[in-house]
Nanobody
Framework: QVQLVESGGGLAQAGGSLRLSCAAS?????????MGWYRQAPGKQRELVAN???????NYAESVKGRFAISRDNAKNTVYLQMNSLESEDTAEYYC?????????????WGQGTQVTVSS
C-alpha cells in the first residue's frame, strides 16, 4: 500500500504564494509514472491542476498556466506545486495524485487533501 501525505496548504492573500508538497511512502519499488495535483472547490467537480510524468513533462490547467509550477523529486517520491499570483478562484481543497504502472496494472493513489484559501 502507498500513502500520499500533503503539506503546505493554508491561507494566502490574493497575489501571494504558497507551496504544496506531497510525499509518497509505503510499498514503493519504482517511480510513479505520473504525479499531480487536483483541486475541488465547494459545489464543483474535482479538476486537474497540473501533473508531471516521470520523465519530467508537465501538463497544466489553462487557469493556472504561467502562475503555478509543478516539479518532482524522484529520489524522494515527492511532488511539489509552487503557486504564485494566487487568485480567490484558486480557493479549494487540493489533492495529491500518483499513478504507478506495474505488472498488476495501473494503481492510483490519492492524498487526504489540503485546504488552500485565498483572500481577496
Amino acid at each position: 500500500q502507498v500513502q500520499l501525505v500533503e503539506s503546505g496548504g493554508g491561507l494566502a492573500q490574493a497575489g501571494g504564494s504558497l507551496r504544496l508538497s506531497c510525499a509518497a511512502s509505503g510499498s514503493i519499488s519504482s517511480m510513479a509514472a505520473v504525479m499531480g495535483w487536483y483541486r475541488q472547490a465547494p459545489g464543483k467537480q474535482r479538476e486537474l491542476v497540473a501533473n508531471i510524468i516521470s520523465g519530467g513533462s508537465t501538463n497544466y490547467a489553462e487557469s493556472v498556466k504561467g502562475r503555478f509550477a509543478i516539479s518532482r523529486d524522484n529520489a524522494k517520491n515527492t511532488v511539489y506545486l509552487q503557486m504564485n499570483s494566487l487568485e480567490s478562484e484558486d480557493t479549494a481543497e487540493y489533492y495529491c495524485n500518483a499513478v504507478w504502472i506495474t505488472y498488476r496494472g495501473t494503481q492510483t493513489y490519492w492524498g487526504q487533501g489540503t485546504q488552500v484559501t485565498v483572500s481577496s
